[in-house]
């Protein structure tokens, strides 16, 4: 009958331990540091006319490594391709005569950048067309990710203190059309 | 004599025809061949960046048809499906697979989910045990009187109740 009642005691609120508040606020700064450095990459437009172009390595299909870095003083033609890409076909002989006219002088160099590709057949495509100047795939999709291409082809011209000097998608119609952009960066 | 010589003509003939007819099948077959499905098994839980949102399996261009066929190679020269998805992986980027792999920065897809749910459900839970004993006795947390003391505070609130009576 008499049972134990409660009682009113003054109200003291449990609170966490320090650290377990400390920890959860880095957590969720270090969460959005992250999310703040994603956004940023994702809203990183392409490399501007005149910009600075990031140094790259490029393995080539012979296993050949080839550094950007140590290309300066020379105009550098760099061109993405697929061997499942038609209009690149349009435009392989032109680039393929067009390296074989500035190899003499050394002024020049032309590279290939096989994007999302298989190598089978991107060596086929190479055999098909008799292109000589170095090639190789875009691994991990790096160096076309530091363009922001947007498909194939597309040829991006270097010039000799290593800012981009010209942009070029979709197929080059002649040889006189690569010429007339790499004329006026030779020094 | 003449009829012997017509056995071994006939022997050597189908013997040239036997090995006529299985060198070229030889020749075609360098691997052992590898069905669709096969190819479909590994492809469907992979994406080519060239069509995005696509799987693999099911995408309809060239560059997805030459991908498929270099699984089927792969699958042929004895490759697991570990080692293809590394291998595409590291040729085209992770973002190929469908399933993050679980290396670098990746392992927070796999770990901050669960983390959340877990804090959520502790959050949960603590609220919820605050809000029932807040029930109990509104705003504050109880211990148990004496019968002594009950009998006070219920003759307390009886003469409370009773002056308020005579008030109104």
């Known amino acids: 009958m008499n049972e134990p009642v409660e009682k009113l005691t003054e109200n003291q609120p449990r609170r966490l331990p320090r650290w377990v508040v400390g920890l959860a606020f880095f957590i969720l700064l270090a969460f959005l540091v992250l999310i703040a450095w994603g956004l940023r990459r994702a809203q990183q437009g392409p490399i501007v006319i005149g910009q600075k172009v990031p140094y790259f390595t490029l393995h080539t299909f012979e296993g050949e490594q080839i550094k950007t870095a140590d290309l300066l003083g020379k105009v550098v033609v760099l061109n993405f391709w697929a061997s499942w890409c038609k209009p690149c076909e349009q435009e392989a002989a032109d680039l393929q005569r067009a390296y074989e006219f500035y190899a003499p002088s050394g002024q020049v160099v032309f590279l290939g950048v096989d994007w999302v590709d298989t190598e089978p057949e991107a060596l086929g495509y190479l055999d098909q067309f008799n292109i000589t100047y170095p090639n190789g795939p875009d691994l991990r999709t790096k160096i076309s990710q530091i363009f922001r291409t947007t498909g194939v082809p597309e040829t991006y011209f270097i010039d000799p203190e290593g800012n981009l000097a010209y942009v070029k998608k979709g197929p080059f119609l002649s040889i006189n059309e690569i010429m007339a952009v790499i004329d006026p960066l030779i020094p | ?168």
């Open chain 2, 1 to 168: 004599m003449k009829k012997n010589r017509w056995i071994w003509i006939t022997l050597l003939l189908s013997l040239a025809a036997v090995v006529m007819s299985v060198r070229p099948a030889e020749a075609q077959t360098p691997f052992p061949p590898v069905s669709d499905d096969e190819v479909n098994a590994v492809a469907k839980e992979m994406y080519c960046p060239v069509c995005e949102n696509i799987p693999l399996d099911v995408c309809p261009t060239q560059a997805c048809a030459q991908w498929r066929e270099l699984i089927r190679l792969k699958l042929s020269e004895g490759w697991s499906e570990g080692q293809i998805k590394e291998y595409f992986a590291n040729q085209y980027g992770d973002r190929v697979l469908e399933e993050p792999p679980r290396r670098g920065l990746h392992w927070l897809v796999y770990i901050l989910p669960p983390t959340f749910f877990i804090i959520g459900l502790v959050i949960v839970w603590r609220v919820f045990r605050t809000s029932r004993k807040g029930a109990a006795l509104p705003g504050a947390p109880v211990e148990t009187i004496s019968p002594a003391e009950e009998s006070d505070v219920l003759r307390r609130i009886e003469e409370d109740l009773q002056r308020r009576e005579r008030d109104s």
